[in-house]
């Protein structure tokens, strides 16, 4: 029986951690849909157009270990505002939701727009500056960050332009569970969106 997780809310909240761990725990399928717009970002800073890097993209765009810096980032928020790029990535996320085996996707949009029948829906999210430090604490050891300020920075201008674009912007669905993570540790936020998961079952 199909059964999708709809993980949605800003960048560096805790989604991922969050959705991997629910999907070992209910042995569904993961989609994290940012990748779909990292791929399509790092293809528009390699000089590709981004509606046609969208309506190409292949396995090999989104296996690519170089997806995960601040500046693709930045271009992924920038090409996810393009309508046009959305429209060419909604059919495989829809496919992926419905899979019969169940699917967790995590992303800004799930339970808005792909799949707002999805049967579990959650909104991550936590403070602007806690959010900062843990992307800090990720990127610096990988030489990735050197500045907490910029961090924060770069933060605030992916949530601005994820909440104010016109098509699907970041925001919950009005049945999603909200998972504040600002005060919770990874084990606590798993088991609240266990827990939050559990009750629609
Ligand atoms: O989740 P992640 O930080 O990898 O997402 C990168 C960017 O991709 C986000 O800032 C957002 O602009 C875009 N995105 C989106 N819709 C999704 C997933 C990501 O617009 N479902």
């Known amino acids: 029986m199909p059964f999708t997780i709809a993980i949605d809310g800003p960048a560096a909240a805790?989604?991922?951690?969050?959705?991997?761990?629910?999907?070992?725990?209910?042995?569904?399928?993961?989609?994290?849909?940012?990748?779909?717009?990292?791929?399509?970002?790092?293809?528009?800073?390699a000089g590709d157009a981004p509606i046609d890097a969208a309506q190409?993209?292949?396995?090999?765009?989104?296996?690519?270990?170089?997806?995960?810096?601040?500046e693709v980032a930045q271009a992924a928020?920038?090409?996810?505002?393009?309508?046009?790029?959305?429209a060419a990535l909604l059919d495989?996320?829809?496919?992926?939701?419905r899979r019969a085996d169940g699917a967790v996707l995590d992303g800004r949009d799930i339970g808005t727009v792909i799949c707002p029948e999805a049967e579990a829906k959650l909104f991550v999210t936590a403070s602007a500056e806690i959010r900062a430090q843990r992307r800090f604490a990720e990127l610096a050891p990988q030489g990735?960050?050197?500045n907490l300020d910029e961090v924060l920075a770069d933060v605030r201008a992916r949530d601005e332009r994820d909440m104010n674009r016109a098509d699907a912007p970041l925001k919950p669905a009005k049945d999603a569970v909200i998972i504040d993570?600002?005060?919770?540790d990874i084990a606590e936020a798993?088991?609240?969106?266990?827990?939050?998961?559990?009750a629609r079952r």
């Open 92 to 97: 495989f996320q829809r496919a992926f939701a």
């Open 181 to 184: 993570t600002s005060t919770l």
């Open 144 to 146: 990735l960050a050197s």
């Open 14 to 45: 805790g989604k991922g951690t969050i959705s991997k761990a629910v999907a070992a725990h209910f042995g569904f399928a993961h989609l994290d849909t940012g990748l779909l717009y990292r791929a399509v970002g790092r293809r528009m800073l």
């Open 56 to 70: 190409s993209l292949t396995q090999e765009d989104l296996e690519r270990d170089d997806l995960r810096t601040p």
């Open 77 to 86: 928020s920038k090409v996810a505002v393009i309508s046009e790029v959305r």
């Open 190 to 198: 798993v088991a609240a969106a266990i827990t939050a998961v559990d």
